[in-house]
């Protein structure tokens, strides 16, 4: 027998945030701050406009963090503008953040309904 897993149907954003290495903990802590529950921290290579440097000739692609911030939509403006000041994004060359809008979501029945106790909300009320 196959139990159908809950998908939360509703008004969803991912703050997508590509800052250089070290400051990744910040930004998710900034995050916290403003209201999301956390972030995922990916590890990347990647050159902007800002960032060309060679050794001996010898292009380096800088490492960055990768941080992914599901938040749902009323918190969204709040925790964007709480990742740009804690990520300096406003300065050149310091990194880019840009929000996806998600259109249906598994595994995170508490954020659409927090007082539903069972966790069997579907999110399509």
């Not at 918190?75 to 050149?92: D, F, H, M």
Request: hydrophobic fraction near 40%; proline fraction near 3%; aromatic fraction near 4%.
């Amino acid at each position: 027998m196959t139990r159908e897993e809950p998908v939360v149907v509703g008004a969803f954003d991912l703050i997508v945030t590509i800052i250089n290495k070290g400051w990744a903990d910040e930004v998710v802590e900034a995050a916290r701050r403003a209201g999301a529950e956390g972030g995922t921290v990916l590890y990347g290579r990647g050159t902007g406009v800002n960032e060309r440097k060679s050794f001996f000739g010898i292009l380096i692609e800088p490492e960055k963090e990768v941080v992914l911030t599901l938040i749902t939509r009323e918190r969204t403006r709040s925790v964007l503008q709480a990742i740009i000041k804690a990520g300096q994004l406003e300065r050149p060359g310091t990194g880019i953040a840009f929000v996806l809008d998600v259109s249906q979501v598994a595994g995170i029945i508490h954020l659409a309904n927090p007082t539903d106790s069972d966790g069997g909300c579907t999110g399509s009320e």
